[in-house]
């Protein structure tokens, strides 16, 4: 998809967008996969490791942000580039050829119906990301808020003791 044959009657703003969504799905991707290559080996040897404070002192911890950017970069927008790079290369393949009969089409029909399907499927795209990330923070925040809970009983279950003790 990268090496394209590009006629030369195809307008110059298409073939930059074109170019700059090609370079943008190659570049998040190979930082995503960058990221992730670093990563691994620092999981694979604490998981390997049978120590609680080894895996609380686990780089991956500390890192958690880049992770999460890894997976959104290359899941989410990498996605949502690649989309829109296929509907750009549909343009630039099938871009109406210019002919002596006014009115004439030929082309434009494929890249019309192609923008028609990669629209709704990337409408279903968003829709899906929002309702994952919404249920993962929902779960990440009922966590939290349970771990809160115990802590608090912990806490009134000392206060109590500390009052007989007293």
Same mark, same amino acid.
Request: charged share 15%; proline share 4%.
């Given at each position: 998809?990268v090496?394209? #044959?590009?006629?030369?009657?195809v307008? $110059?703003?298409?073939?930059?967008?074109?170019?700059?969504?090609?370079?943008?799905?190659? !570049?998040?991707?190979?930082i995503?996969?960058?990221?992730?290559?670093? /990563? &691994?080996? #620092?999981?694979?040897?604490?998981? #390997?490791?049978? #120590? /609680?404070n080894?895996? &609380?002192?686990?780089?991956?911890?500390?890192?958690?942000?880049?992770?999460?950017?890894? %997976?959104?970069?290359?899941?989410?927008?990498?996605?949502? &580039?690649?989309?829109?790079?296929?509907?750009?290369?549909? %343009?630039?393949?099938?871009?109406?050829?210019?002919?002596?009969?006014?009115? +004439?089409?030929q082309?434009s029909?494929? !890249?019309?119906?192609?923008t028609?399907?990669?629209?709704?499927?990337?409408?279903?795209?968003? $829709?899906?990301?929002v309702?994952?990330?919404?249920?993962?923070?929902s779960?990440k925040?009922?966590?939290?808020a349970? $771990?809160?809970?115990?802590?608090? +009983?912990?806490?009134?279950?000392?206060?109590?003791?500390?009052?007989?003790?007293?």
């Amino acid at each position: 998809m990268v090496e394209a #044959n590009i006629p030369e009657y195809v307008p $110059g703003g298409l073939v930059i967008a074109y170019s700059i969504c090609t370079t943008l799905v190659v !570049a998040i991707h190979l930082i995503a996969l960058m990221i992730s290559t670093c /990563i &691994l080996p #620092n999981l694979e040897a604490v998981s #390997n490791v049978h #120590n /609680i404070n080894a895996i &609380l002192d686990s780089p991956h911890e500390k890192l958690h942000r880049y992770i999460e950017m890894a %997976w959104i970069f290359s899941t989410g927008f990498g996605i949502f &580039l690649f989309l829109f790079q296929m509907a750009l290369l549909v %343009w630039v393949r099938f871009y109406p050829r210019p002919t002596k009969l006014e009115g +004439s089409t030929q082309g434009s029909g494929a !890249a019309i119906a192609a923008t028609c399907i990669i629209i709704p499927v990337i409408f279903l795209f968003f $829709g899906f990301a929002v309702v994952f990330y919404k249920q993962l923070i929902s779960h990440k925040y009922e966590q939290s808020a349970k $771990g809160l809970e115990e802590l608090e +009983s912990i806490a009134v279950q000392l206060d109590g003791r500390r009052v007989q003790n007293i």
